[in-house]
């Protein structure tokens, strides 16, 4: 069984029971929503509009108590300066699509909108545009995804493990570390929505990006991914959500199932805004003191400083040369809090702000309040030239 969320400190004799009970495993990708069938087309020859470009066709999609929806269209074609938008009602989610999408396919995922009504508009220009023998404009949609109200983890044994306090905080409480690299991933796989973390790295392809393989592992998924950075608290312990900025997936590039890890790229240069980390083939030591900023269930992101909330002690690496189940020595163990969605997270060298890890176990064998990660001296090596690797 998988544990969705795991906290520092337990009693010994509880500890020693869920060693027993549950075995290692790759801390869970968050499911957060749902495909279902949603039948959808505009007109074939829908009105023409102005120079202006109104809205000319509308319609609503409606999932009653959805937290989100996402739209699929198996397929869009409009002609030059025609634009379909998909919108929240208050217009605070605003989506724009021309041509034949972003995937120069007519097939593709759309951005999600938050709440459960999403707003289509076509927006035509004053030629009438109309089906013939040769070209059909408009769209079609298949599916829509839809988001589960509550993002509480599920009630189920060993789905919630809790180690004394939680130590996280607002990522707005430690601007030194810095966290903007850091993305909320969500994406969808086998006719579900799911989320983790991923962050920019530093590569030999613009805006690469880092998370788990047990995130995801190929093109397919890549090609749904909505990359949102800056998603967090404008203040420490405040109640604003900062503005965010979203990229769609680029190009898979590798990934590996022994060091669980997936390398791809986003589009439109997140970096030149957001920065990139650079990781580290530095083998990391007991002792060393680390950083976890992630997106714990999909939500906004938080970083682990300390293993408590009375913040007596500081993160830090526990174990290292370890397996965990995985290629052999090619672990970290750390008592940082995690949860189901921080899979992907970046372990920070608090020292030089380096990636010593790649976070993506929560709870290992040998004690079930350590998380677990994949250094990346090893990943380094796997990767080769898609990573530009420091030695310190």
């Known amino acids: 069984m998988a544990r969705a969320f795991v906290t520092r400190r337990l009693g010994s004799a509880c500890a020693l ?31 023409p509009g102005d120079a202006f470009r109104a809205a000319t066709w509308s319609e609503k ?3 009653p108590g959805a937290a989100f929806l996402r739209v699929h269209f198996e397929q869009l074609a409009l002609p030059s300066g025609d634009y379909l938008t998909i919108s929240s009602p208050d217009g605070s989610d605003f989506w724009t699509y021309t041509d034949k999408g972003p995937l120069g ?11 459960d009504t999403a707003i289509l508009e076509l927006h035509s220009g004053p030629v009438t545009r109309s089906s013939d023998r040769d070209v059909s404009y408009g ?15 599920p009630d189920e044994p060993g789905a919630k493990i809790v180690c004394g306090t939680d130590g ?21 796989k086998s006719g579900s929505s799911y989320v983790c973390t991923g962050w920019l790295v530093a590569g030999s392809n613009s805006s690469t990006m880092l998370t788990n393989n047990h995130c995801f592992t190929n093109q397919t998924v890549v090609n749904t991914v909505q990359a949102r950075f800056n998603y967090q608290r404008t203040s420490c312990g405040g109640s604003t959500t900062a503005t965010t900025s ?26 030149a805004t957001w920065g990139e980390y650079t ?56 008592g940082c809090d995690s949860e189901g969605g921080s899979s992907g997270s970046p372990i920070l060298d608090a020292g030089t702000g380096r990636v010593i890890a790649l976070h993506h176990l929560g709870g290992v064998s040998s004690s079930p309040c350590l998380n677990g990660g994949t250094v990346m001296s090893r990943v380094c090596t796997s990767a080769g030239s898609l990573l530009s690797c420091a030695s310190n």
């Open 61 to 63: 999609i409606v999932s």
């Open 168 to 188: 996280r905080r607002d990522a707005a409480c430690y601007s030194s570390v810095g966290t903007d690299r850091i993305a909320r991933l969500s994406f969808q």
């Open 139 to 153: 769209f079609s949609v298949d599916r829509i995804a839809y988001g589960f109200e509550s993002l509480e983890p």
């Open 279 to 334: 990781a580290t083939s530095k083998a990391p030591s007991v002792g060393l003191t680390i950083n976890f900023p992630q997106h714990p269930g999909g939500g906004l992101k938080r970083v682990g400083y300390w293993e408590d909330s009375a913040a007596s002690v500081r993160c830090k690496i526990n174990a290292t040369n370890q397996s965990y189940g995985y290629a052999s020595g090619s672990q970290v163990g750390y």
């Open 246 to 271: 979203t990229y769609a997936g680029g190009t898979f590039l590798r990934t590996n199932s022994s060091l669980d890890y997936t390398l791809f790229t986003l589009k439109n240069n997140p970096e």
């Open 105 to 115: 396919t007519g097939e593709f995922w759309s951005f999600s909108v938050e709440g």
């Open 17 to 47: 029971v869920l060693a027993a009970s549950l075995p290692v495993a790759a801390q869970t990708i968050r499911k957060v929503g749902e495909e279902r069938p949603y039948e959808l087309k505009s007109p074939a020859d829908y009105p």
